[in-house]
């Protein structure tokens, strides 16, 4: 987008400032589709540094995810966790993953994910 759509700006406002991670989403960017849920930009920064320090290759990367996240302005990423990119009918991963979005890259979006079942 050229300019962010300001409604989907006020979405990831209030998810930081209500510091919740209850909202689920669905955004198009550059082609790709990706559904889950939003969480904080401090909640998100956590738990991929948590996820590095358990690495053994990449634990040195997790201090880069423990600095604060610069407050000037409103948001300029949607944060998602427990999200998968869609591809066909299947998510990517299955279970979920970490995905920072810039907010001026979304092209299309939904409230709500989406899911898929083989039944």
Do not use: C, N
Not at 15 to 35: D, K, Y
Not at 45 to 64: C, I, M, N, Y
Not at 90 to 115: C, H, K, L, N, Q
């Amino acid at each position: 987008m050229s300019k962010p759509d300001e409604l989907l700006m006020d979405i990831a406002a209030r998810v930081e400032s209500a510091q919740s991670s209850r909202m689920s989403l669905t955004v198009v960017t550059h082609g790709a589709v990706i559904t889950g849920r939003l969480a904080p930009e401090s909640v998100w920064r956590k738990r991929v540094s948590e996820v590095l320090t358990d690495s053994a290759e990449l634990s040195a990367f997790s201090a880069a995810f423990d600095a604060p996240a610069e407050k000037d302005g409103p948001p300029s990423h949607l944060h998602f966790h427990v999200a998968r990119i869609l591809q066909g009918t299947m998510g990517i991963p299955e279970t979920g993953g970490m995905y920072r979005v810039a907010i001026e890259d979304v092209s299309a979006w939904t409230v709500g994910d989406f899911s898929y079942s083989d039944h």
